[in-house]
């Protein structure tokens, strides 16, 4: 029988306020468990939990590799919200609330520009 590997994109820590309860380790935990080769995490409109989820997957990874085991990936991104219309356009009419983009890092330069937008969309 063949297996498929699944990984969860869209994954909500404790940091999502009113969206995720558990904490990083909990969901690194769980997806370990049910032998997913790594997982996103995602949180609304923050990367407060970026720091603990790499520095704990790397933890892991040290032990995995002593055992001759495969690494975990972690993966880094957010999910922004959008507004239509320009930045300098404030006001949003009564049938749009804005739009969830879900964004993932593919390597460093991703992460930077993420970085960026991220903490562009809390100073404006």
Request: with cysteine; charged share 25%; aromatic share 10%.
């Amino acid at each position: 029988m063949k297996s498929y590997r699944f990984v969860h994109l869209n994954v909500h820590s404790h940091y999502s306020i009113n969206d995720g309860c558990a904490s990083i380790k909990e969901l690194v935990d769980a997806a370990i468990k049910d032998k997913m080769p790594g997982i996103a995490i995602t949180d609304n409109g923050n990367m407060f939990g970026v720091m603990e989820f790499f520095d704990y997957v790397s933890r892991i990874n040290n032990e995995r590799r002593q055992k001759g085991k495969k690494p975990f990936k972690p993966i880094i991104g957010c999910e922004l919200y959008v507004a239509p219309g320009a930045m300098e356009d404030k006001k949003l009419g009564k049938h749009c609330k804005g739009y969830r983009l879900t964004v993932l890092a593919k390597n460093y330069q991703g992460y930077r520009n993420l970085i960026k937008i991220v903490s562009n969309s809390w100073t404006n």
